[in-house]
Nanobody, 120 residues
C-alpha cells in the first residue's frame, strides 16, 4: 500500500499564495506521475497539475501561469506553489501518484485531501 500525506492547505486572501506538499511512503519500486487534482463543492474533480518522473509537466487551463508543480525525487515529495489565488480556486486539493509496486506491479493512490479556501 502506498500512502500520500498532504500538507499546506489553509485560508488565504485573494491574490495571496500557498504551497502544498505531498509525501509518498510505502512499498513501491518507483514513482511515475505525481500530481494534484481539486474538487469544489458541487463540481467534479479536475486536474490541477501533474509531473512525470522525467520532469515533464501538465497544467489545467485555469491555473496556467499561476501555479507551479515541482518534485523532490529523493524525498518522494511533490509540491504545488499557488500564486495569485482567486476565490474560484477554493476546493479540496488531492494528491495523486502512480508507479510500480513490489506486490501488485502497479499502483495509483490518492491522498486524503487538503482544504484550500480563498476569500475575496
Amino acid at each position: 500500500q502506498v500512502q500520500l500525506v498532504e500538507s499546506g492547505g489553509g485560508l488565504v486572501q485573494s491574490g495571496g499564495s500557498l504551497r502544498l506538499s505531498c509525501a509518498a511512503s510505502g512499498r513501491f519500486l518507483s514513482l511515475n506521475v505525481m500530481g494534484w487534482y481539486r474538487q469544489a463543492p458541487g463540481k467534479e474533480r479536475e486536474l490541477v497539475a501533474t509531473m512525470g518522473s522525467n520532469g515533464g509537466t501538465g497544467y489545467g487551463d485555469s491555473v496556467k501561469g499561476r501555479f507551479t508543480i515541482s518534485r523532490d525525487n529523493a524525498k518522494n515529495t511533490v509540491f504545488l506553489q499557488m500564486n495569485s489565488l482567486k476565490p474560484e480556486d477554493t476546493a479540496v486539493y488531492y494528491c495523486n501518484a502512480n508507479g510500480r509496486h513490489y506486490i501488485t506491479g502497479y499502483f495509483n493512490s490518492w491522498g486524503q485531501g487538503t482544504q484550500v479556501t480563498v476569500s475575496s
